[in-house]
Antibody, heavy 117, light 106 residues
């Protein structure tokens, strides 16, 4: 079964960094693009960026440039999202999702990041 | 960057009614548009891709239309399980912007 298993909820202090993971099963992440999406409480979906795990090439929404870093480890079939210099604006659920040619077909359950002192 | 403007932001309807959600792109995105449904506390689920192709397993009461800059998602004969939020999203080049969402209350 094709699945994306995301890491657990994080409570982090302002100014800190956090690294979220997304481990794929049932498929090889090298065969696709992996994306990350942000959703603040009671807000809409925001596309953060994506990575081509086959070569490490990344693309980001400009508003997340400098905030988010997406990486991938093909040996563990895992994609990562690192968020730096965290503020309350980064409190959100972060989803990883697989891009299948025309759409996002598989989503992780989401990781809740809470930024609080 | 391409902006996606979705309307209405919220919608209240009754079971059996027909509703339409619209999505407007700031420039021509041809048919590179998908629609997703999201239930509270859950991950989004694909409904329609390439503007009008229904995803596998999606009931036929859902339909997508449009191309270029104007798109719509129509839900015929609303069912109780159709409540939730709906998002359009383009993939005509990065960034893959989502619309602001439509919250549908039954």
């Amino acid at each position: 079964e094709v699945q994306l298993q995301q890491s657990g909820a994080e409570l982090v202090k302002p100014g800190a960094s956090v690294k979220l993971s997304c481990t794929a099963s049932g498929f090889n992440i090298k065969d696709t693009y992996m994306h990350w999406v942000k959703q603040r409480p009671e807000q809409g979906l925001e596309w953060i960026g994506r990575i081509d795990p086959a070569n490490g090439n990344t693309k980001y929404d400009p508003k997340f440039q400098g905030k988010a870093t997406i990486t991938a480890d093909t040996s563990s079939n895992t994609a990562y999202l690192q968020l730096s210099s965290l503020t309350s604006e980064d409190t959100a659920v972060y989803y990883c999702t697989r891009w299948l040619l025309w759409y996002f077909d598989v989503w992780g359950a989401g990781t809740t990041v809470t930024v609080s002192s | 960057d391409i902006q996606m403007t979705q309307s209405p932001a919220s919608l209240s309807a009754s079971v059996g009614e027909t509703v339409t959600i619209t999505c407007r792109a700031s420039e021509n995105i041809y048919s590179y548009l998908a629609w997703y449904q999201q239930k509270q506390g859950k991950s989004p689920q694909l409904l329609v891709y390439n503007a009008k192709t229904l995803a596998e397993g999606v009931p036929s009461r859902f339909s997508g239309s449009g191309s270029g800059t104007q798109f719509s998602l129509k839900i015929n004969s609303l069912q109780p399980e159709d409540f939730g939020s709906y998002y359009c999203q383009h993939h005509y080049g990065t960034p893959y912007t989502f619309g602001g969402g439509t919250k549908l209350e039954i």
